[in-house]
């Protein structure tokens, strides 16, 4: 029963940080670049693209990015 619990409480320390990943679709407000960065942007020569919206993977953000008009 304790390598049971033990074996549980791994998985979750390994996963939580997988799942609470966030990336976000940032524009340099000086260059008018956009960027995918992990973490919200606390500077205000950045902006998040796209009504703060949070994606779970760097994939999905990267597919995102091709259809926001501001980034192409």
């Given at each position: ?5 033990a ?23 000086s ?42």
């Open positions: 029963m304790k390598k049971l619990i074996g549980a409480a791994l998985l979750t320390a390994i996963a939580t940080p997988v799942l609470a990943a966030e990336f976000y679709i940032v524009q340099d407000s260059t008018k670049k956009c960027t995918i960065v992990d973490k919200r942007p606390t500077v205000t020569t950045t902006t998040v693209v796209g009504g703060d919206k949070v994606y779970t993977t760097r994939e999905e953000a990267s597919t995102a990015m091709k259809t926001v008009k501001v980034c192409q």
